[in-house]
């Protein structure tokens, strides 16, 4: 055997050989920074940037934090760069995969890095020159199949990220899917909650699904005070999905495992005192040499008129609400442009 390989598991041949590199490259007619075989590196943190009040920062590992205005109005919750990167396992992006192939079914976490190993992998990350995308990719080479993620920001509709599975095998492949986004916050958790008292704060979380469009409210039955008078929490983090139709939606990580494990998944729809999560599940069939896109989006602090509009739109259509949401993506990137070059940062 070769100095550089390893057999793991199945008689699985991992090289141990693969370098870090760098590079300009163009990916979907967009020009990006390349770091191939990031994961190589000792875990290191991004900042991202935007036309407007969103924050957000992202180690390599996947764990991030994000917001509106400051930290004070959170979508994931706000600690210090190690716990970022610690948590990429329960806060942030998580996808799980069962890939049918040859009569057999492999499941595949890709990003784990718990399950390392398993099969031959090459991770790259990709960032746009601005700053204002991101993008996490891994391809597995023994499947044939790669999976990438990505952020960006919209102006009116909050947190994009949209996943993509690409068939590389000559035949079509099924794959059932679980994906994702874990460890939300409702409206009204102050940073100083978040790290002093945060499983009082799971108390008091209601996770609450609208099964007819698919939208996602985390909320708090109240809010967190300790003195005895009425203190209503009016207000919420909505999250809903589009691409492709979910077979069932899940409000909290609770049956993921009962994913892995084959066993039977079924819809939530109100889920109380559990950390908040977004996840749909479906079964995709991919041609050779194509790809399955789909998009979850995340806005913060919506009140009762916001989340009742979003409802409408979603349930009557849908299809123009996405094309109104990449216009306002693209505008985005053309007015950071335009608010970097005001100041010669071009």
Known sequence: MPPNELVIGNNLLIKSDSIVEGEWVNLEGETYYKISNYNKMRPFFISMVSHSDHWLFISSTGGLSAGRKNEQSALFPYYTDDKISQNAENTGSKTILHVKKEGKTFLWEPFNEGLSGLYAVTKNLYKSP??????????????????????????????IRTSSVFNHNPENIKIQVIDGIQNILPYGVSSGIQNERSNLTNAYKKNELDISTGLGLFLLSSMIVDKAEPSEALKATSVWSAGISPSYYLLSSRQLDDFRLGAHVTTEVDVRAESGGYFIGAAIEIAPNNVVSWKIIAELNQDHKEVID???????????????????IKHGTTELLRLVGMADGL
């Not at 979003?310 to 306002?328: F, P």
């Open 130 to 159: 601005i700053g204002n995308k991101i993008i996490f990719e891994e391809c597995n080479e023994d499947l044939k199949v790669t999976f990438r993620y990505s952020w960006q920001f919209s102006e009116k509709f909050g947190f």
């Open 310 to 328: 979003l409802n409408h739109c979603l349930s009557s259509n849908k299809e123009e609400l996405i094309k109104e949401l990449s216009a306002d």
